[in-house]
């Protein structure tokens, strides 16, 4: 029997694939008789849309059409939401009025035959507007609740909540925390820009389209179009990095197949990086206030977490911003508060640890700020308030190896070395820091479908609308694949990216190994029972024998979803951060020297695939903590770095060493695989440790974030 490959460190089924270029992402898919198309954005932030005199382009060499808001069809536009889209507002429904809601939104596309003559006729369209100055920051706007409708997050939670009496009970602490914590817009700035091509025979359409959830950007088009269910395909076996930026089916979508039925050709769109921070969603800018109340000796007895966070006029987005507050630490007295601030921009999105990564900045900073004033080692305040179960929701965690966590980073890390005196350490003229942080995630299992498919020669096809984004989802559900049905990884060929394929949730919230890896080995389980090999040894040799004797493939269908766990317990992967930082006093540069996370992640798949994924996040959080911040021009709205030369990001020579620890965690309630997700937590907790750390270094606490060399100066 072949040995099981499930925890082994197999390298990437797809990777010759991509490094030989034979792996096609959506801009490659070319069609016979392909035109392309230019978006032409808004150069005002807030207005309408007065005159196009599109006379001159029409007359340029090449150009097929110019659609506007003046002869575009009106679209049927019909209510569509799916976990993805927020719950209350609508979508920007592209070209259809006059209205300009933000800097850089589609006011027209222009198609040509080549991709030089459409981009300099979109550069000749005539345009003029009557613009109105907009409101693009938080300061300047005021802040709503949230519409009852759309005042939940991920998992239910109310968008405000109380235990006890918190106010109350900080009045009365011995020892008190409160102060505001900022965080910058962020843009995702994904490798692979969004691009769609778009093809129409008859009534069907077929988009190669960029996008981490097919399934939805198919019922999407056609919930815009007006067209009935199963006629739109679309297909994405590659996405060149997301961090959840295609996540939702943004305007471009519509443009593509809009411009294509339009000239009755295919149509390559391709967004430019600059369009891509305007119409493609980003993290949105919040504020938040953390107050925590102690007693001398560090047990906790008052938390406020309050948080405001941007959204669009259009639109409410909402994110786990104060979820993890509730359940993190034990205390009797908690009160969070949620609110949004609707501003003339375009709709926020899901990023990387969406709210998470926002709010335990703000919480893990303000409980670095206690354990300054307690005199108390940051690892041993925490341990100090680690809780029995969840508080908030009256639930046994499934699993919580969070105190296993501290001390697996603390050893790893060297963390007893520290010297707790902030500017204490020093390598010659350097100033040296250490900081920590704690990281969680929720672990979540939504429905998935998948299909497995006996063949002649042995080998077993899988299908699944799943995604892959870069996390290695082809290999490690080859893994799963491979141990159900007894046979090598190699005998497993494993496809995604197809809407036809049997449905799957969004490759997102650290969901896809749960749901869709639940799926993948119930459909091969599945397909073991229908081969009536029953208690014999599988081989590829003797299952492609069963084949031969029946004359045709073998097939199983299965589903899987989450059950009465979600409701038994609280689920939920935790970790442990640790950086050292070198802060130059002369010229106040942070260095990122080395940063070591341990997690809990219940099984983890495959080790080599799961330390990619949490070096990949704890990259990110130094980027979130030293260099990401999306700047708005407040006459406009305008980015004006939105560019990869000035929307700073950290390349090789900003990251030093870089290490993920596992604990080991057995948990029977979560899924049939027993997996939590990795890709989101790995984020979550690098950048308060890192700006933990540049406290220790400096003795100055910087609150907003990215960390400019002013505020240490």
Not at 298 to 327: M, N, P
Not at 540 to 563: F, K, T
Request: charged content about 20%.
């Amino acid at each position: 029997m072949t040995e099981l490959s499930f925890g082994l460190p197999l390298p990437r089924v797809d990777g010759p694939a991509k490094v030989t270029g034979q792996a096609r992402y959506a801009a490659e898919f070319d069609q016979p008789g392909q035109a392309h198309g230019v978006i032409v954005s808004s150069t005002v932030g807030l207005g309408r849309i007065v005159g196009i005199d599109d006379r001159e382009t029409l007359a340029l060499p090449g150009v097929l059409a110019v659609l506007s808001h003046l002869n575009a069809p009106k679209l049927a536009y019909r209510k569509h939401k799916s976990g993805i889209d927020p719950a209350f507002g609508e979508r920007l429904h592209v070209l259809q009025d006059d209205r300009i809601r933000f800097f850089g939104q589609p006011v027209a596309v222009v198609v040509a035959e080549t991709l030089d003559q459409a981009e300099h006729a979109a550069n000749r369209l005539g345009l003029s507007y009557e613009s109105e100055p907009p409101v693009v920051g938080l300061d300047h706007a005021e802040a709503v609740e949230i519409i009852p409708d759309a005042g939940r997050q991920p998992g239910g939670r109310a968008s405000d909540s109380a235990r006890g009496d918190a106010d109350a009970a900080l009045g009365r602490a011995e020892v008190q925390v409160d102060a505001t914590y900022g965080m910058a817009r962020e843009n995702h700035n994904p490798m692979e820009p969004h691009a769609t091509v778009a093809a129409w025979q008859g009534d069907q359409l077929t988009l190669w389209s960029k996008s981490q959830y097919v399934v939805n950007e198919a019922a999407q088009i056609e919930a815009v179009f007006g067209l009935a269910k199963r006629s739109v395909r679309v297909i994405c076996p590659y996405v060149g990095g997301g961090f959840g930026t295609s996540l939702r089916t943004w305007p471009h979508v519509t443009l593509a197949a809009l411009a294509a039925r339009h000239v009755g050709r295919p149509v390559k769109l391709v967004l430019t990086r600059r369009q891509m921070f305007d119409t493609t969603g980003h993290r949105p800018c919040t504020r938040q206030r953390v107050a925590l109340g102690a007693s001398a000796d560090g047990v906790l007895s008052a938390l406020i977490h309050e948080g405001t966070g941007e959204t669009s006029r259009h639109e409410q987005f909402v994110e786990a911003l104060t979820a993890a507050s509730r359940y993190l630490y034990s205390c009797p007295n908690v009160r969070t508060r949620y609110r949004l601030t609707p501003l003339d921009t375009g709709t926020p999105t899901y990023m990387r640890g969406p709210g998470e990564a926002s709010g335990i900045f703000a919480v893990e900073s303000a409980m670095d700020e206690l354990a300054v004033k307690l005199g108390m080692d940051p690892v041993a305040l925490r341990l100090r308030n680690e809780p029995d179960h969840d508080e908030a929701h009256d639930l046994p965690f499934s699993s919580r190896s969070l105190r296993a966590c501290y001390e697996a980073g603390a050893t790893r890390f060297g963390w007893s070395r520290r010297d707790p005196r902030p500017g204490s350490m020093r390598d010659g003229r350097l100033l040296i820091g250490w900081g920590m942080a704690s990281a969680t995630y929720p672990t979540m299992r939504a429905g998935a479908k998948a299909r497995a498919r006996l063949l002649a020669d042995g080998s077993v096809e899988v299908e699944t609308a799943a995604s892959d984004m870069g996390p290695g989802t082809y290999t490690s559900m080859s893994q799963v694949a491979a141990d159900a049905l007894g046979l090598a990884v190699d005998d497993i060929r494993f496809a995604l990216g197809r809407s036809d394929f049997p449905a799957a949730p969004p490759h997102g919230g650290s969901m896809t190994m749960a749901s869709v890896g639940s799926a993948v080995q119930a459909a091969c389980l599945a397909l073991r029972e229908a081969s009536g090999l029953g208690n014999a040894v599988p081989s590829r040799q003797a299952y492609g024998a069963l084949v031969a004797r029946r004359g045709e493939p073998i097939v199983a269908d299965a589903a899987s979803a989450g059950g009465a766990e979600q409701q038994r317990f609280s689920m939920h992967a935790f970790g442990a951060v640790f950086a050292e930082v070198a802060v130059d006093p002369d010229l106040a540069m942070v260095r990122v020297r080395r940063v070591v996370g341990a997690y809990g992640a219940g099984r983890i798949v495959n080790p080599l695939l799961a330390r990619s994924q949490c070096t990949g996040g704890m990259v990110g959080g130094i980027g979130m903590a030293l260099m990401e911040q999306t700047v708005l021009d407040p006459r406009d709205g305008r980015p004006v770095n939105a560019s990869m030369a000035d929307y700073l990001v950290p390349v090789s020579l900003d990251i030093g060493t870089l290490e993920a620890l596992f604990v080991e965690e057995t948990d029977p309630h979560l899924n049939p695989l027993g997996v939590k997700g990795l890709g989101e937590i790995a984020l979550v907790g690098t950048a308060p440790a890192v700006t933990n750390a540049v406290f220790h270094a400096t003795g100055r606490r910087v609150r907003d974030l990215p960390i400019r060399i002013e505020a240490l100066l």
